[in-house]
């Protein structure tokens, strides 16, 4: 445990970050312990992300001062601030696709002098002990293209390790971890944290924080709610208080009975290209059906295969109880109203260079088009804002750019397009990514909203709290097949050992 009132190995004092017609930082700070996990929490928009690109040199601060051991420093790129040994492990992916694992994580180094070869058995091998420090079986020579997005997230953290780094900025690093990862990945810190690291953890999840954190800064609105506060005797309900000035709302929801609604999704015997064998899944009218697996259990593939991406190469789909063959993504969405918020905004979500009012617009432009195809923004407008209002996406106008907002602004929109959409079936992966406490709670006030108006939801999270909030039932999927179903009592340890004790079975198998 590090000591809290030693000389800081950081500090960053009264900076402040003012983007046009927005204040983005006013007057934070925030002190980093050497050998310590710091908290650094807030709503999506509160300035977290400005804060960490202020400490990496991605933004250079208006007014304030940043401090590594105790001397003041300017960064004017991110190479400063990785020379000063500060890295980070960003919560949108910052890989390149083309370029093997071994590459990414070693990319500061490829080539040691100029006209050098690039020795790529002794990258893989560095390459490999890093993977090996994170239990991650993968071959550094395999293209970061042909991974999930867990293993991504993965590789990025075996990146920053990889720089030795005395100060570690994570963002949202277990977003796309299953508890089991999650699990390793803390104990990696905790021996970092040891060993004289400093870490600021970025996380919506409360109970990471709870558990791992050493000290907390809360941003609201751009400023400090507190600042380098001790996590010694701070519960969930006063983190959720400094982040959203009230008590978080827990929902009462009841078990539903869905014995007798009619099937809005059918799978009989399906088999994908991908692996998947003998599917045998229905989604009824109204239903939550949650489809859970560790990471490489096939549930985003099974998805994109209903949506088209993919070809059922056996058994039958039916819609409504008619048997359809689904050809596109295109044919999903606008032939047979099926909806699908990926897991991956960045690269499936959202169109970066458009506005906030095309991305949500976007699934309504078929079906509001009138007179020869012609469509207004003002019709779009009145359909979309509500749930652009509803979710709170902090945004200076609806004709800002996508790109240029918060991640967690950026889900919401995802989601949102949806919610507009009026689908028959909605298939939501990894809704919460990235999104705040209070915006998840409207988020999963908004899906239990839909499905009571008849929407049919396949939810796939590896959010265990999250699936058990929201599903009516709960199917297994392991290895490319399904292993089970498991009713949803809301009882939290009854429910999650019916899950892992379904999964073990098959590995067992």
Same mark, same amino acid.
């Given at each position: 445990?590090?000591?809290?009132?030693?000389?800081?190995?950081?500090?960053?004092?009264?900076?402040?970050?003012?983007?046009?017609?927005?204040?983005?930082?006013?007057?934070?700070?925030?002190?980093?312990?050497?050998?310590?996990?710091?908290?650094?929490?807030?709503?999506?928009?509160?300035?977290?992300?400005?804060?960490?690109?202020?400490?990496?040199?991605?933004?250079?601060?208006?007014?304030?001062?940043?401090?590594?051991?105790?001397?003041?420093?300017?960064?004017?790129?991110?190479?400063?601030?990785?020379?000063?040994?500060?890295?980070?492990?960003?919560?949108?992916?910052?890989?390149?696709?083309?370029?093997?694992?071994?590459?990414?994580?070693?990319?500061?180094?490829?080539?040691?002098?100029?006209?050098?070869?690039?020795?790529?058995?002794?990258?893989?091998?560095?390459?490999?002990?890093?993977?090996?420090?994170?239990?991650?079986?993968?071959?550094?020579?395999?293209?970061?293209?042909?991974?999930?997005?867990?293993?991504?997230?993965?590789?990025?953290?075996?990146?920053?390790?990889?720089?030795?780094?005395?100060?570690?900025?994570?963002?949202?690093?277990?977003?796309?971890?299953?508890?089991?990862?999650?699990?390793?990945?803390?104990?990696?810190? $905790?021996?970092?944290?040891?060993?004289? &690291?400093?870490?600021?953890?970025?996380? %919506? +999840? !409360?109970?990471? @924080?709870? *558990?791992?954190?050493?000290?907390?800064?809360?941003?609201?609105?751009?400023?400090?709610?507190?600042?380098?506060?001790?996590?010694?005797?701070?519960?969930?309900?006063?983190?959720?208080?400094?982040?959203?000035?009230?008590?978080?709302?827990?929902?009462?929801?009841?078990?539903?009975?869905?014995?007798?609604?009619?099937?809005?999704?059918?799978?009989?015997?399906?088999?994908?290209?991908?692996?998947?064998?003998?599917?045998?899944?229905?989604?009824?009218?109204?239903?939550?059906?949650?489809?859970?697996?560790?990471?490489?259990?096939?549930?985003?593939?099974?998805?994109?295969?209903?949506?088209?991406?993919?070809?059922?190469?056996?058994?039958?789909?039916?819609?409504?109880? $008619?048997?359809?063959?689904?050809?596109? &993504?295109?044919?999903?969405?606008?032939? %047979? +109203? !099926?909806?699908? @918020?990926? *897991?991956?905004?960045?690269?499936?979500?959202?169109?970066?260079?458009?506005?906030?009012?095309?991305?949500?617009?976007?699934?309504?432009?078929?079906?509001?088009?009138?007179?020869?195809?012609?469509?207004?923004?003002?019709?779009?407008?009145?359909?979309?804002?509500?749930?652009?209002?509803?979710?709170?996406?902090?945004?200076?106008?609806?004709?800002?750019?996508?790109?240029?907002?918060?991640?967690?602004?950026?889900?919401?929109?995802?989601?949102?397009?949806?919610?507009?959409?009026?689908?028959?079936?909605?298939?939501?992966?990894?809704?919460?990514?990235?999104?705040?406490?209070?915006?998840?709670?409207?988020?999963?006030?908004?899906?239990?909203?839909?499905?009571?108006?008849?929407?049919?939801?396949?939810?796939?999270?590896?959010?265990?709290?999250?699936?058990?909030? !929201?599903?009516?039932?709960?199917?297994?999927?392991?290895?490319?097949?399904?292993?089970?179903?498991?009713?949803?009592?809301?009882?939290?340890?009854?429910?999650?050992?019916?899950?892992?004790?379904?999964?073990?079975?098959?590995?067992?198998?």
């Amino acid at each position: 445990m590090a000591d809290l009132t030693s000389d800081p190995v950081f500090l960053a004092r009264g900076v402040s970050k003012f983007f046009p017609g927005v204040k983005a930082l006013e007057g934070v700070s925030i002190t980093l312990a050497k050998g310590s996990i710091h908290a650094l929490l807030g709503e999506n928009g509160a300035g977290k992300s400005t804060l960490i690109k202020l400490i990496t040199g991605v933004l250079r601060p208006d007014e304030g001062e940043l401090f590594v051991d105790g001397k003041p420093v300017h960064f004017t790129s991110t190479r400063d601030a990785i020379a000063t040994g500060i890295g980070v492990v960003h919560q949108e992916r910052n890989l390149i696709p083309r370029f093997s694992v071994g590459e990414n994580i070693m990319l500061e180094r490829l080539s040691g002098r100029l006209l050098k070869p690039i020795d790529y058995a002794e990258i893989n091998k560095e390459a490999k002990r890093w993977l090996d420090v994170l239990g991650l079986d993968l071959d550094p020579s395999m293209p970061v293209s042909r991974l999930s997005v867990a293993k991504m997230q993965l590789v990025e953290i075996a990146k920053a390790l990889s720089l030795r780094s005395r100060v570690l900025l994570l963002d949202e690093p277990t977003a796309s971890l299953t508890p089991h990862e999650t699990v390793a990945l803390f104990a990696l810190l $905790k021996k970092l944290r040891d060993e004289g &690291v400093s870490m600021i953890f970025v996380s %919506h +999840k !409360l109970e990471e @924080v709870q *558990e791992i954190c050493d000290q907390v800064t809360v941003l609201r609105d751009g400023r400090n709610a507190c600042e380098s506060q001790s996590m010694k005797g701070l519960g969930r309900q006063d983190l959720v208080r400094l982040m959203i000035g009230r008590s978080e709302q827990i929902p009462d929801w009841q078990p539903r009975d869905y014995s007798a609604a009619s099937p809005v999704l059918e799978l009989e015997g399906v088999a994908t290209p991908l692996g998947h064998r003998d599917i045998n899944l229905t989604v009824k009218r109204g239903e939550i059906v949650g489809l859970y697996g560790l990471v490489g259990a096939g549930r985003t593939e099974l998805a994109k295969s209903i949506m088209g991406q993919y070809p059922a190469i056996a058994g039958t789909i039916r819609l409504d109880g $008619k048997p359809v063959t689904i050809g596109s &993504v295109g044919d999903a969405i606008h032939i %047979h +109203k !099926l909806g699908y @918020v990926s *897991e991956d905004r960045k690269q499936e979500g959202l169109i970066l260079l458009h506005s906030v009012l095309d991305n949500a617009g976007i699934t309504l432009w078929r079906k509001l088009a009138r007179y020869g195809g012609f469509l207004t923004d003002r019709t779009v407008r009145n359909t979309a804002e509500p749930y652009i209002r509803k979710l709170e996406v902090r945004t200076p106008s609806l004709g800002q750019i996508v790109g240029n907002l918060s991640g967690g602004n950026q889900q919401k929109i995802s989601v949102a397009k949806w919610l507009a959409a009026g689908v028959r079936l909605l298939i939501v992966d990894e809704p919460s990514v990235g999104i705040d406490i209070k915006t998840k709670a409207y988020l999963h006030e908004l899906l239990r909203e839909l499905s009571d108006t008849g929407t049919a939801v396949l939810l796939i999270t590896s959010d265990m709290p999250e699936m058990i909030t !929201l599903a009516d039932r709960i199917v297994v999927m392991n290895g490319y097949r399904l292993a089970g179903d498991v009713p949803n009592t809301r009882d939290y340890a009854a429910v999650s050992e019916g899950i892992m004790n379904l999964i073990h079975k098959v590995d067992a198998a």
